[in-house]
């Protein structure tokens, strides 16, 4: 009677717990797949001391910048900027949809014709999976930009890839508790428009702009934008301008960090903590936690995206 008794409470035990993390478990959710600018770390022909160990002893946490969101009560996953570690990033949204075998996640956003941000889309062509008609989400000129172009256009003519049209401001929507929304953002933009996107999940709002010129470029407040949401990742390529004392910062212009920070300055620390700074460039003092400079962006209430940090939306 006792034994039948112990094996009850153990099976309750059991029971309850299981029931406990199933709640806890979040079903909708974003992963960061990437954190670094669109060449990655270790950088092609960079001498300096910010790569000088990693072409022998590579960091595996430095991906080139990519979000993932996992949608598990639909079952379906998509991917934001298709990388030039877009094989690995594959493959570890495969590993998050345990409900899924597919090998590449049910659509892809791009934000622009930067190579970082669409260059991965190669393996799904002939030379590499040969994928069959992969979703991939573009604004018009981005679209055309592919179609157009070689190698691209081989992806749409043999249908490795199918593009979907997006607008501006114009809501997509995923699923029945998810969507993602494009916005215009000033950057170059010599092959195509450049977007940011609103992620919306059932409970939060999360904002994402790896790439963007000065902030005073843009039509929109990011302080705005960011008081709107409730976590920003936001360009930060560069830290101050002493990365690129051999670079004219006209060709590659980004906010530097800490005209961001100063940006942000009257802003409350509920406001600050929301911003995770993205897109760091090789050189980007943010890439080594131990940096002053890293300490200094935590000190004054900001944060710095992590690889494979995860949010529940």
Sequence with gaps: MISSIKYILYLFTIFTCVSFLAQKAP????????????????????NKKCCET???????????????????????????ESTPDFPSQCKLIKEEAIFSNEETPDGIFLTHAHIGHYAGLMYLGREAMGSSEVPVYAMTRMK????????????????NIQINNIEHNQQVKLSN????????VPHRDEYSETVGYIINGPKKKIAFIPDIDKWGKWNQDIISLVESVDMAFIDGTFY?????NNRDISEIPHPFIIETMELFKSLPLKEKAKVFFIHLNHTNPL???????????????FNVAKYMQKINL
Aim: charged share 20%; net charge positive; with cysteine.
């Design 240 to 244: 101050d301008s002493n990365e690129i």
């Design 287 to 301: 890439l080594n936690s131990e940096s002053n400079q890293y300490k200094k962006v935590i000190e004054k209430g």
């Design 27 to 46: 079903s909708t959710y974003l992963i960061v797949l990437g954190t670094v600018q669109d060449a990655g770390s270790p950088h092609m022909a960079c």
């Design 144 to 159: 055309g930009f592919l179609i157009k172009n070689g190698p691209w256009n081989q992806l749409v003519n043999i249908r």
């Design 54 to 80: 990693l072409f022998n002893n590579p960091d595996p946490t430095r991906k080139v910048v990519s979000l993932g969101i996992v949608d598990s009560e639909n079952k379906k996953t998509w991917l934001i």
């Design 177 to 184: 508790q998810l969507s993602i929304t494009p916005f215009l």
